[in-house]
């Protein structure tokens, strides 16, 4: 499968965007949060400057990375990226935004007010059992359930951890015992 790494530039704004796509890149927009905000407000008057072709993925991502780092491209003001390219996907990365990108997103995020339309769809979103949703919502468990979750306790296999004597649960020991007791 062939890559393609592209430079693209808004031609009113002067605004540069760097990205990769398996699509034609001569067509393709770009698809950055700030890049298509950018054709959003700006129009789709871009061009394509340079388009670089790659089959093998290695090349692609150390190329990306190295043409990320040389033009600064998320810190400069004159690029729309918000994070270095890799060359390999185009999602959310975990360690590809720079420290000072991560703050500026997270400065930018802070302190959102939602509407209580958004609110209840990002609730319904969560989870359906949240709340009222939830079967046992406003219930309480009876005294035959729980005797019947006690006896179950009760009767699961008990470890002892071998620095503090202590017996306790399969789960708690394997937590805060053997490997991981503070006596030890």
Not at 15 to 40: C, E, M, Q
Not at 51 to 63: A, D, H, P, Q, Y
Not at 68 to 80: F, H, P, Q
Not at 147 to 160: I, V
Request: net charge positive.
């Amino acid at each position: 499968m062939i890559t393609y790494l592209y430079h693209k530039r808004h031609k009113q704004t002067g605004l540069n965007y760097f990205g990769k796509t398996i699509k034609d890149p001569y067509v393709y927009l770009g698809s950055g949060t700030r890049w298509t905000a950018h054709l959003r407000k700006h129009g789709l008057d871009i061009e394509t400057i340079k388009v670089w072709e790659f089959s093998n993925l290695e090349e692609c991502s150390k190329f990306a990375v190295e043409f990320s780092t040389k033009n600064n491209i998320v810190e400069s003001v004159d690029w729309a990226n918000l994070r270095l390219e890799n060359g390999l996907d185009g999602g959310y990365t975990p360690g590809a935004y720079t420290t000072e990108a991560s703050l500026k997103k997270g400065a930018k995020l802070k302190g959102r007010i939602f509407t209580k339309e958004t609110i209840d769809k990002m609730s319904s979103h969560t989870g359906k059992h949240l709340g009222e949703k939830n079967p046992m919502y406003g219930k309480k468990h009876g005294s035959a359930t729980k005797k019947l979750q006690q006896e179950k306790a009760l009767a699961r296999e008990q470890k002892q951890c071998e620095y503090c004597g202590k017996e306790c649960s399969p789960s708690n020991f394997a937590r805060w015992h053997d490997k991981n007791c503070k006596h030890k």
